[in-house]
């Protein structure tokens, strides 16, 4: 029988060990120290990645919007490609592919992106950046938590906090922006004219990204996240896990 194949021993003993660890299950909030290094170097670059995304709604094409999905009149505009409803199958493919790459990368080199490139891990990333700027290292920052209230402690939580929302507010108006006219849509948010569905769409990134980013944090891993939930199958003793 090969090692893989071999059953685990004591099995039983390791269940009861499991047992006693001790799970964060969101009551505790966890200060990661930043670590300087070539995999932090790595992470900005990865994170880089997403500019790609805040950027591109502002994208122009012979006079409009470069990328743009055009609802009303059933079409998603890609610079000079334009996909209709009937070819809506070129974006499953396009989704597909993108899905047997990511199932093939975890299965190869683990929770890469996870650890680099999702959503929720750079967005988290950037919000524990400020919190670090703002309210210093892990030690300093529970020491803050732990500390009664003054003017010190409102200014840095308020000024964090401030910053958070803005944050999020400019990853709705991108969302938006992919589905109408980026320069209108910040006008119409600016001079409150937005349709009530644009109001919608900004309060819910608001809140997304504000409590998953700012507060749940890796919470979201745990709790919410169907990848995580099925990549236990994708990995094998061969697949690279830091622990
Ligand atoms: S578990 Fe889900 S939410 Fe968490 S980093 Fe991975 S893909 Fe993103």
Redesign the pocket.
């Known amino acids: 029988m090969s090692e893989q194949d071999k059953p685990l021993e004591n099995i039983e003993a390791l269940y009861a060990d499991a047992a006693n660890w001790h799970v964060n299950t969101g009551g505790e909030t966890i200060h990661a120290k930043r670590m300087p290094g070539r995999f932090r170097r790595l992470k900005w670059m990865a994170a880089a990645s997403w500019l790609a995304y805040l950027l591109a709604p502002y994208l122009r094409w012979n006079g409009t919007q470069a990328i743009l999905f055009d609802v009303p009149h059933r079409q998603f505009h890609l610079f000079a490609l334009t996909i209709w409803p009937q070819d809506v199958w070129l974006l499953s493919l396009v989704l597909i592919f993108f899905a047997i790459t990511l199932f093939a990368v975890t299965a190869v080199a683990g929770?890469v992106?996870?650890g680099y490139f999702?959503f929720?891990?750079v967005w988290a990333d950037i919000f524990t950046w400020i919190e670090d700027r703002m309210e210093g290292d892990p030690i300093q920052r529970r020491k803050l938590d732990a500390a009664p209230w003054d003017i010190r402690k409102l200014r840095l939580k308020l000024t964090k906090h401030a910053l958070w929302l803005a944050i999020a507010v400019v990853t709705g108006v991108t969302f938006a922006g992919y589905f109408s006219d980026i320069y209108q849509l910040w006008h119409d948010y600016l001079t409150l004219q937005v349709p009530l569905i644009g109001w919608v769409v900004m309060a819910a990134f608001i809140f997304g990204t504000y409590v998953f980013a700012g507060l749940m944090r890796e919470q979201?891993?745990f709790w919410l996240?169907p990848?995580?939930r099925i990549q236990s199958v994708m990995v094998d003793r061969n697949s690279v896990i830091p622990t």
């Open positions: 929770r992106w996870c999702c929720q891990t979201v891993c996240c990848y995580a």
